[in-house]
């Protein structure tokens, strides 16, 4: 698993540099899809809650969260859409 995510960020360093990663805290690598609880503020600052099943996540400076799952079906399945690969996916 660590070996597979390595690869993929190397492949971003070649794009990018390795200055993109510059704060980068941790990669958690959870078995599956993960559920998150979301808060959102609206126009008339009414609070919404929900739950979210994401595949992935970060934050700038933070956290890398994936699935292990959606990195393994996108590193060993081609489908001819690279920029669909979790791990690999930049913003």
């Given at each position: 698993?660590?070996?597979?995510?390595a690869?993929?960020?190397?492949?971003?360093?070649?794009?990018?540099?390795?200055?993109?990663?510059?704060?980068?805290?941790?990669?958690?690598?959870?078995?599956?899809?993960?559920?998150?609880?979301?808060?959102?503020?609206?126009?008339?600052?009414?609070?919404?809650n929900?739950?979210?099943?994401?595949?992935?996540?970060?934050?700038?400076?933070?956290?890398?969260?994936?699935?292990?799952?959606?990195?393994?079906?996108?590193?060993?399945?081609?489908?001819?859409?690279?920029?669909?690969?979790?791990?690999?996916?930049?913003?």
């Amino acid at each position: 698993m660590k070996v597979v995510v390595a690869a993929q960020a190397c492949l971003l360093i070649l794009d990018l540099g390795v200055a993109y990663f510059d704060g980068w805290v941790e990669v958690i690598l959870y078995p599956g899809a993960f559920r998150i609880n979301h808060s959102q503020i609206d126009a008339i600052s009414l609070v919404h809650n929900e739950a979210i099943i994401l595949n992935g996540e970060s934050w700038l400076h933070g956290s890398v969260i994936l699935s292990w799952d959606d990195v393994k079906r996108d590193t060993f399945t081609f489908s001819g859409w690279p920029q669909c690969r979790i791990a690999l996916i930049r913003t």
